[in-house]
């Protein structure tokens, strides 16, 4: 668990770093691009550290490993969700489906975000006591997470 926060600290660290200096060089279009490019590509990701344990709480066959290493995914990307957020791009005409409530409520969102982590910490912890047991368990620690915010701050 330390290497995970370890490494999703360092990337989190590079990721503001150069999204820093790239948006210095950039016009104010091509950085509220970019931030939105950023997020649609953690928020895929999610989604695939995410989909794993689905499939399992769906009646796959189980696997331990995958299963805890997708849900220390979501906890480092979770991590990332109010930075890459920083920017307020509600103002430029771009493809996403964030709404612009989230910049006028930053502080829910960013809450809403750190709940996803706590969620998938606790999820952790319950896949490592019941194993293929607590995998339906582990996916209510992370789902309705997911969804409270896909509610308040995301597009159809």
């Known amino acids: 668990m330390k290497r995970i926060v ?17 948006q210095q060089q950039q016009s104010p279009e091509e950085a509220a ?7 649609q590509a953690v928020f895929q990701r999610l989604s695939w550290s995410n ?8 009646g796959g066959e189980f696997d331990q490993e995958a299963a ?3 849900t220390e995914r979501i906890i480092v990307l979770a991590e990332m969700i109010p930075e890459l957020f920083a920017l307020d791009t509600s103002s430029y005409d771009l493809e996403t489906r964030a709404a612009d409530t989230i910049w006028q409520n930053k502080a829910d969102f960013d809450m809403l975000a750190m709940d996803l982590k706590t969620g998938a910490e606790a999820a952790i912890g319950i896949l490592n006591d019941q194993g293929a047991d607590g995998v339906r368990a582990a996916v209510q620690q992370i789902g309705p997470k997911c969804g409270a915010c896909h509610d308040r701050f995301r597009l159809d």
């Open 6 to 22: 370890t490494t999703g600290a360092l990337l989190l660290g590079s990721l503001v770093t150069f999204n820093t200096l790239a």
């Open 33 to 39: 691009q970019a931030a939105v490019d950023n997020r």
């Open 68 to 70: 805890v290493k997708g």
């Open 51 to 58: 989909g794993p344990l689905g499939q399992m709480a769906r």
